[in-house]
């Protein structure tokens, strides 16, 4: 059976998302044009005070306390998430069927908050596993934030979650992609999700590793490509897309945010935690053939830039070879506004760009104080936004731990 | 603890559970499960908060006595009568 290229591009149609700072699209925005910080600190146990992305949402629009506190901070964000991003894309399952839908969430990891929760309970009870809870199991299986979705709305299709560290968040939307393309679903929620500032070992081994970011004003504390950067902001979030093959979404009339037309992923084959722009730049090499696209012919690029000493300089290295002669590429990173959500990364960044192919600007990196040469870049929007007179590609960066490397590109929808 | 002050500790703990529980019509001699919007897993968190106060270790073979509203009272008061 021929298929109809339509039925082989794949459209973003929803967005809900929780991030520093906001709780919907429109607010995030706002917040990136402003160049409005969503930091601020959190007390961890045995730590202390650091800067952090803590998210505020309605955590009991889509469902009871009482679901929250048996589930994961995942899940619930999760939840709030796969609903805002269902109800902005306007599915109401009239015209897609609940066991075609397929639910793809990225995570760097998961469990971690819990088992460092229970582990501190049974301290309390003399380390008797007595008290150790039932809900564990449920709560730590790597499919949670995935399946506490799955329960709140019904869904029956497949369900279930990629790892792959900071990447997570790309590789989730790519594998809906890969799904939409081989018709194993009609509708995706595809994302990232967050929970991480709940882990106390999250942070310190951040710290072990001299990549956790401090300073007196958390506002300030992520910075990616300044001179006196000095590691990561951690944060919590999710940001979840409705993905729909074209001609199901043309045929009910969906708004359509933009076309993903490239992706690839790659490894470095290298280092636990050290990146490796080599490796970085085939990828988005890679993408950008598979969107039969020159360098020249993206308009934004996210950077991953994650605010460490070498992670920005390799990935710079990186885009200043590949974007050695694109004059109208500008480039940007959002980690400054939100810090690091970890596997809601790659997702949440993408969202914060994908207005720019209607307000027609680029949002700006912020606290760019002192450039470090090494991340001079030509297309650099830094501090103010950019307006252009058109959008016509993103091409949007994550890269994660133990070397795995991710590229997603989508483009302003035009009918073809 | 008196049967009554028993009682109260058992709806207050499915309160925690669940803050819209709804005990005006609670038949005391049927099952809480058919009343209530609890499942096993609720019930286990019952077991675990009477542990967690009372340092009681309910054996699993015993959980059936915790079935109504009168039978926990029943079970839970020789265990509970120096508290």
């Known amino acids: 059976m021929q298929q109809s290229i339509e039925s082989q591009r794949v459209v973003i149609t929803g967005v809900g998302l929780a991030a520093p700072g906001a709780a919907n699209l429109t607010d995030f925005r706002a917040n990136l044009l402003a160049g409005t910080s969503g930091i601020t600190t959190i007390d961890l146990r045995y730590m202390g005070t650091y800067p952090a992305g803590i998210c505020e949402f309605a955590e009991t629009r889509y469902r009871k306390k009482r679901e929250n506190s048996r589930g994961t901070r995942a899940g619930c964000i999760s939840v709030y998430c796969a609903n805002e991003a269902l109800n902005d894309a306007g599915i109401d399952f009239s015209a897609y069927d609940r066991a075609a839908t397929g639910v793809y969430i990225g995570l760097t990891e998961h469990g971690t908050v819990e088992t460092e929760n229970e582990v501190y309970n049974i301290g309390q009870y003399n380390n008797d596993v007595n008290y150790w809870t039932h809900h564990h199991n449920p709560r730590t299986v790597l499919n949670n934030p995935a399946g506490e979705i799955t329960m709140n709305l019904g869904l029956t299709g497949p369900h279930y979650v990629i790892g792959a560290a900071c990447a997570a968040g790309n590789a989730a939307l790519i594998q809906g992609v890969q799904m939409l393309r081989l018709g194993e679903v009609d509708l995706a929620l595809c994302g990232g999700i967050s929970e991480c500032v709940g882990s106390f070992g999250i942070f310190a081994s951040f710290r072990a590793q001299g990549a956790l970011a401090e300073h007196i004003d958390p506002t300030k504390a992520s910075r990616p490509f300044d001179r006196d950067r000095n590691g990561i902001v951690i944060s919590e979030g999710g940001c979840i897309f409705t993905l729909e093959r074209l001609d199901r979404a043309l045929m009910r009339g969906a708004k359509i945010y933009g076309e993903i037309t490239g992706y690839a992923m790659n490894s470095d084959a290298k280092d636990f935690v050290l990146p490796y722009g080599p490796r970085q730049r085939q990828c988005m090499e890679l993408a950008l053939r598979r969107a039969d696209l020159q360098p020249s012919d993206i308009t934004i690029l996210n950077a991953h830039a994650t605010g460490t000493k070498q992670g920005d300089i390799e990935e710079c290295n990186a885009i200043r070879e590949t974007f050695a002669e694109c004059p109208h590429t500008w480039i940007n990173n959002t980690k400054s506004s939100i810090g690091h959500a970890m596997g809601a990364a790659g997702v949440l960044e993408l969202a914060g760009n994908l207005p720019s192919f209607t307000d027609h600007q680029v949002h700006p990196t912020i606290n760019l104080e002192n450039l470090d040469p090494e991340c001079a870049l030509p297309g650099l929007v830094a501090g103010i936004p950019k307006q252009l007179d058109q959008v016509d590609a993103i091409l949007n960066n994550s890269f994660g731990m133990l070397g795995t490397n991710s590229v997603v590109i989508v483009e302003r929808f035009v009918a073809k | ?83």
């Open chain 2, 1 to 83: 603890m008196t049967r009554d002050e028993i009682k109260d500790v058992i709806l207050e703990i499915i309160e925690d559970i669940d803050e819209e529980a709804d005990f005006a019509n609670l038949d005391a001699d049927a099952p809480l499960r058919d009343q209530l919007d609890l499942d096993s897993m609720d019930f286990l968190d019952i077991v675990m908060e009477l542990r967690k106060r009372y340092k009681l270790q309910i054996p699993e073979e015993e959980y059936p006595q915790l079935a109504t509203l009168a039978s926990c009272v029943n079970y839970l008061e020789p265990k509970l009568k120096n508290v």
